[in-house]
């Protein structure tokens, strides 16, 4: 059965560029999240998508925004890139929503992204 | 305060030894917990979950959840040099969060 798989692996942008993230989640998942990964702030939560809506949002600023497609594959975007946006960027799918308290996530490989 | 918290360490364990990494969390409400396990440059693994006060055991691992003191932990017996890695405390508090980490090595 095939992971969670993430495109690109690697990104160099520019400040003030901005950047699309994909992900395709476990076939028969549902949810997609998203995580943030520095050596600073460990994981942060992004958002969370279920069933092409969003359920759930961390706090970050609006430059960071996703979408979910009728087949789970997600996608992330960030606009007017700053330094402080190069980060690790993880996907992590599961069964059922975060609300299901006890669904595990599954991570994929992530995307690093460096702005300079 | 921030809601999972977790010493980076590194914690230097001898192999063999029992390994024994903590975690706490500030929420209450918090419903179900998570062990995940970090390589360096690969993305985290789960390890264990536990939902309820006790421990739960799965081979070498054994997770304990306390939620009177809001405190989880995962102990690793007969620690091997494959389980250095970074491992990663989250709980369920509306969405899932993550603590910082714990590094943990294991010297031969």
């Known amino acids: 059965k095939a992971g969670v798989t993430q495109t690109p692996r690697y990104l160099i942008k520019t400040r003030g560029q901005q950047v699309t993230l994909s992900c395709s989640p476990i076939s028969g998942h549902r949810s997609v999240s998203w995580y943030q990964q520095t050596p600073g702030q460990g994981l942060q939560f992004l958002f969370e998508y279920f069933s092409e809506t969003q359920r759930n949002k961390g706090n970050f600023p609006g430059r960071f925004s996703g979408r979910q497609f009728s087949n789970s594959r997600s996608e992330m975007n960030v606009s007017t890139l700053e330094l402080g946006d190069s980060a690790l960027y993880l996907c992590a799918s599961s069964r059922q929503s975060q609300s299901s308290y006890n669904s595990p996530l599954h991570f994929g490989n992530g995307t690093r992204l460096t702005v300079t | ?108």
Do not use: H
């Not at chain 2, 789960?46 to 070498?60: Q, V």
């Not at chain 2, 959840?65 to 709980?91: E, F, G």
């Open chain 2, 1 to 108: 305060q921030k809601e999972v918290e977790q010493n980076s360490g590194p914690l230097s364990v001898p192999e063999g030894a029992i390994a024994s990494l903590n975690c706490t969390y500030s929420d209450r409400g918090s419903q179900s917990f998570f062990w995940y396990r970090q390589y360096s440059g690969k993305s985290p693994e789960l390890i264990m979950s536990i939902y309820s006060n006790g421990d739960k055991e799965d081979g070498r691992f054994t997770a304990q959840l306390n939620k009177a003191s809001q405190y989880v932990s995962l102990l690793i017996r007969d620690s091997q040099p494959s389980d250095s890695a970074t491992y990663l405390c989250a709980a369920y508090t509306g969405k899932l969060i993550f603590g910082q980490g714990t590094t943990l090595q294991v010297k031969p």
